[in-house]
């Protein structure tokens, strides 16, 4: 991926083994500006550029399974949605 700068962005990640939350990120090797950061955690996508990294860096026990509550919940609702709308019934 090309960074806004010209140069190269690689792909980088970190990992908060504890919180089982990973941050997968593109960091440019001249600037060093990073971008598409991917918030995961359980290897569920809970968040995306900028609202990632925040919270990746305030991650907590406690944060970390309450995004992962309402993404479940989200899935769950947009499922049901699904059938709402769908020739289901
Ligand atoms: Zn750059």
């Given at each position: ?5 010209g140069?190269?962005a ?23 500006r ?9 290897d ?19 944060s970390?399974?309450s ?12 499922k049901?949605?699904l ?7």
């Amino acid at each position: 991926m090309q960074c806004k700068c010209g140069s190269e962005a690689t792909s980088q990640k970190a990992i908060k083994s504890k919180l089982k939350a990973k941050i997968e990120f593109y960091q440019c090797g001249s600037c060093t500006r990073v971008s598409s950061a991917v918030l995961f955690i359980q290897d569920v996508e809970v968040a995306t550029d900028p609202r990632s990294r925040t919270l990746f860096d305030e991650l907590t026990g406690e944060s970390a399974a309450s995004l992962l509550d309402e993404v479940r919940r989200e899935q769950e609702l947009s499922k049901f949605e699904l059938f709402a709308n769908g020739e289901l019934f």
